[in-house]
């Protein structure tokens, strides 16, 4: 028996439960009963579902995933529709009309063992996923969507917060395994209190709201109101070209790299461009806009570098993509190209790269949000920023009621971060607004 029949047969019992599952949609959309009382059943037999979808996907490990992936990717495809279509309340027949897709999808993996070689995507679907794009309105779940980014980062950065600067092995001899949300670390921080990543991107978001078209001077302002408040955590890169700012941020920048002997490739304009990919819809100016936030403060192209990749990633999931396929997108032909196939060589600390790096792995390698940010708070170095990085990517992909809500209330500036959200999603749809007037009417 190869190794790849082995994994499918482990992967029998699952799938078999996985089906028994889907069945009892079929039985629930069957049965009579009031459409809320539906729903909730519904929901029920999904989080079921998932969870078993997730279950295939740890057991696929490292063995001939390039077999199974896209099948996997399929399935989740088909399972995220179907949730929107049980949110939507849609007619029974779409849902048991999607359903029996789901099941079709599953029957073909029980298949994978027999030789079965799936494509990524054949044409039939292709143009099913065109139609998607059709029948759904992404932009009805964009609040969702920003809502989940905002507040992901920042429970990243507040679970990260405590083990920032240990290693590993101090962390396990003085925590054990972190898995919630404990404040302490060299902050001395309250249980859900926030550090300079979540500030920082307050200060995108802000100087964004108040000048969208050019908003570089608005949030170096905020900026400066928040050095201004001596903030023990600001990174040394970001204090220099703060100090060194003098009407002009890129020379500002520029200061601190000729200072830095050209060292100022930190992630500290990475931890903060999230925003920007919530805010514009039109891609250029998200792109401009990302990379100059990063050469405020980091002159070095591989931080905007960084920052750009990242948020266009943001800007797929926020358009309905699946996280993994816009991370594989968007790495391809990149230095980023395929290094989070395996667990990184190198720390997570401040190198951008390092740090980028370790994101896009675990993003990968795990699937639930928790998971996410509890695996980089437990990896140490410069565990708020990765954990709030990964974890801002994360929020948006599971939308904000895909975050445990425990966490959620732990953050202390938790009102100012959903404001935050709704007020970059207002302005996202007064962009949307003006983009789809028709051309040569606005001028
Ligand atoms: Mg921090």
Redesign the pocket.
Known sequence: MSQFDGMMNRFDGVLTRLTHHLENIDQIMENSGTEEGRKELLNNQLVLVVDFVYQLKQMLGKEDTSRVIPQWLRIENRLRRLRRLVELQSPTVIIQNENQWLKKMVREMEQLGNGFEPDLYTEEEQEELAMERDFFDEEEFALDRIKGAILGHAIG?AM??TT?FMEPNEICRKYGTVTDILGGGW?HLKPGE?????AMSLCVAEGILESPDNPIDAIGQAFLRWEATDPE?I?NTIRSSLDHFNGDWLEAAYQTHLEFDGYTGGNGSL?RCLPVALAYTDSDKMEDITERQSKMTHYDDIASEACLIYNRIAARVLNGDNLLLALVAETDGTRYHNVFLDRPSCSPDGFVVNTFTWVLYLLWTYDSFAEVVQQATNEGY?S??VA?IAGGLKGLSTQSFGLPQEWVNKLRNRKQLEKAAEDLYQLRQSMLGMTSQPAGTND
């Open positions: 950065d990260g917060a920032e902050l926030t550090t300079d990543d979540t955590d990174g931890m410069d708020d920023t709030a």
